[in-house]
T-cell receptor, first 112, second 107 residues
Framework: NAGVTQTPKFRILKIGQSMTLQCTQD?????MYWYRQDPGMGLKLIYY???????DKGEVPNGYNVSRSTTEDFPLRLELAAPSQTSVYFCASCREGAGALHFGNGTRLTVT | KNEVEQSPQNLTAQEGEFITINCSYS?????LHWLQQHPGGGIVSLFM???GKKKHGRLIATINIQEKHSSLHITASHPRDSAVYICAVRRNEKLTFGTGTRLTIIP
């Protein structure tokens, strides 16, 4: 099992560009999450999904969109990138209920 | 006040010392997670607790639901334990994270 796979690992965007961060898991987990981690701050929830076809906003959803067309994939879309979106992004998954969390390796995004 | 508070924020200790990291939370939860983030950035799940105590190797995690408090202990600490330790609480489908405790173990 590969676990949770995130791509790319690094990306530099110019202001106003758009991109998609990919996340896929092969553990048949229903719950998937996108977080951002800023220096000195805890992980903040952007969006989450409790199953294919179901997504919901977290604490900091503005400027982002997600989709969950399959159990395996949960891509995060940035439209009109802004410097405030410079951060490290983590995708995570777990079984329904109180399952252990599995994280991807993160994507370091810089918007200049 | 944050829903999840960790203490201390930073901790430096000598190799071999017994380490305690604390996590307090303010809401009802269904589970609490302890995570480890190494300097390379990857995040690994250490424990998931809903009651009592769990042990894995030199790591021990405890939780007191009534007091809304959890502790992570490391016995016989080693430089490879140097990392950021993060507490997260689960409430329904969502997780709320503490800001982490940066642990440095000096040889």
């Amino acid at each position: 099992n590969a676990g949770v796979t995130q791509t790319p690992k690094f990306r530099i965007l110019k202001i106003g560009q758009s991109m998609t961060l990919q996340c896929t898991q092969d553990m048949n987990h229903n719950y998937m999450y996108w977080y951002r981690q800023d220096p000195g701050m805890g992980l903040k929830l952007i969006y989450y999904s409790v199953g294919a076809g179901i997504t919901d906003k977290g604490e900091v959803p503005n400027g982002y969109n997600v989709s969950r067309s399959t159990t395996e994939d949960f891509p995060l879309r940035l439209e009109l990138a802004a410097p405030s979106q410079t951060s490290v992004y983590f995708c995570a998954s777990c079984r329904e209920g109180a399952g252990a969390l599995h994280f991807g390796n993160g994507t370091r995004l810089t918007v200049t | 006040k944050n829903e999840v508070e960790q203490s201390p924020q930073n901790l430096t200790a000598q190799e071999g010392e017994f380490i305690t990291i604390n996590c307090s939370y303010s809401v009802g939860i269904s589970a609490l997670h302890w995570l480890q983030q190494h300097p390379g950035g990857g995040i690994v799940s250490l424990f998931m607790l809903s009651s009592g105590k769990k042990k894995h190797g030199r790591l021990i995690a405890t939780i007191n639901i009534q007091e809304k408090h959890s502790s992570l202990h490391i016995t016989a600490s080693h430089p490879r334990d140097s990392a950021v330790y993060i507490c997260a609480v689960r409430r329904n489908e969502k997780l709320t994270f503490g800001t982490g405790t940066r642990l440095t173990i000096i040889p």
